[in-house]
């Protein structure tokens, strides 16, 4: 499945040998650290001197010497003009469609869209970096880094993804239980401070402890240490709580799927790894991420304070800005004064709250406004698309995956993109 992607992988193989020092920019999230950190950990085992530097975008200004090696990871193919510019030799590894054409000779693009494959669900950055890793040595220990990434972006064990767990199962560098996929921590906690799935029990505690009764579980328990009878009760009971939330019936799979566990790395619970690199990503901490991912245990209880300071910041946030949600012809939106809580928001309210309609968040700091557009399988609208086109009206940019993307535009433009956006998601469904 993944062999058009490997000979394409294996044409920055020359530019490797032929650098001494790289720089590698990198998206700042889950699958953009983790993919960072892949192309890192191979590099490392090559003898090879490198930067990292993390960004929101391209938008942003990318730095080099001509005599480097640039490599975007997680970023790039939506962006040819920015791309078209680098007069460094380049290597895209990237999952996002590609937009027009990079006219550029000294450049490889490792993209599962250009080998026929679905980057949107079954193989994301993190996966395509794997794919890249192993064709300069053998990185197979980084199976499981490689799906923390996936799990970041909400894909599916599929395709190139379900190709990487297989190796990885096969290698010994993980393992799949059964069951209900939460943190390994105390039942009680791990309920409350769950994103993935929410469960909307923060600031509920007594509905939480009538839920845990009900259930017949001991909260104090250490989840990992529940019967299969118990998980098989708990599992049920989140269910149909989220059942009752109306939540999109795709979250079902993503949960019940079992738990994938990373014998190699410092978390072994990958959402759980998961989640405290998204944290780190998100209060600028990008760095602590990148650290797990290469095994670098100084850092771990650092990184876990983050994650429980950042999960509590968005839970309360979320719990002020359910009244604020306005609707649109064909969509919903919210917009916040905050700059860095658009992302999540638009992802928990599309898919806990309202999966009847595309999501819009918008988070405006300073001059400048942060968009996320979350969307789901059932809905025909490509968000991609819309972002594209409703920021370039308004002069900002926007662009991603079908059912997430987002945008960066003026902030006094905010109002005029919604209609426009809402004018297109209409076009569309």
């Given amino acids: 499945m993944l062999d058009i992607l490997k000979a ?24 953009g650290i ?36 640039v490599i975007l990871s997680d970023m790039g193919s939506g962006y040819p003009d920015v791309v078209s510019k680098i007069e460094a030799d380049t290597i895209v590894v990237d999952h996002h469609i590609p937009t ?16 026929g494959l679905d980057g949107t669900y079954e193989l994301s950055a993190s996966g395509t970096a ?14 499981g880094i490689a799906l923390v990434g996936a799990i970041g972006d909400k894909q599916k064990m599929k395709g190139g993804n379900a190709e990487i767990l297989r190796e990885g199962i096969e290698s010994g560098y993980i393992e799949v239980k059964s069951g209900l996929s939460l943190h390994s921590m105390k039942v009680r906690e791990a309920l409350m401070l769950s994103l993935e799935p929410f469960l909307d029990f ?8 009538d839920f845990l009764r009900k259930v017949r579980i001991d909260g104090d328990k250490d989840f990992e240490e529940l019967s299969d009878e118990e998980m098989y009760r708990l599992s049920n009971a989140v269910a149909l709580r989220l059942l009752k939330m109306n939540a999109y019936t795709g979250v079902f799979n993503d949960i019940m799927r079992g738990r994938i566990i990373l014998k190699s790395e410092l978390i072994r619970n990958a959402v759980t790894m998961c989640d405290v690199i998204n944290a ?75 999966p009847d309609k595309p999501f819009i968040a918008v988070s405006v700091k300073g001059e400048r406004a942060k968009v996320s557009a979350r969307g789901n399988d059932s809905l025909k609208v490509n968000l991609a698309e819309v972002m594209q086109k409703a920021g370039e009206k308004v002069g900002g940019r926007g662009g991603g995956h079908r059912v997430a993307a987002g945008a960066i535009i003026p902030a006094d433009k905010v109002e005029e993109f919604i209609s426009e956006v809402d004018r297109l998601c209409c076009s569309q469904g």
């Fill in 202 to 209: 923060y600031g509920k505690e007594d509905e939480l402890e």
């Fill in 100 to 115: 027009g054409r990079i006219e550029k000779d000294n450049l490889v693009h490792i993209n599962p869209h250009l080998a």
């Fill in 34 to 69: 983790t993919a960072g950190a892949i192309i890192a950990t191979a590099l490392i085992r090559l003898g090879k001197d490198f930067q990292v530097r993390f960004l929101k975008g391209l938008n942003e200004e990318v730095e080099y010497d001509k005599d480097d090696l």
């Fill in 280 to 354: 780190c990503g998100r209060v600028t901490a990008c760095s602590l991420g990148f650290a797990l991912c290469l095994r670098d245990s100084k850092y771990l209880n650092k990184a876990f304070e983050i994650w429980r300071n950042y999960t509590t910041e968005l839970l309360e946030r979320i719990n002020a800005v359910r009244d604020d949600v306005r609707e649109g012809f064909c969509i919903r939106y919210v917009i916040m004064s905050d700059g860095n809580a658009a992302s999540p928001i638009a992802t928990i309210f599309s898919r806990y709250f309202y």
């Fill in 8 to 31: 394409i992988a294996r044409e920055g193989i020359k530019f490797v040998e032929k650098h001494d020092f790289v720089r590698i920019f990198t998206h700042y999230d889950p699958d």
């Fill in 130 to 143: 794997y794919v890249f890793a192993n064709v300069l040595g053998d990185n197979r220990d980084l199976a």
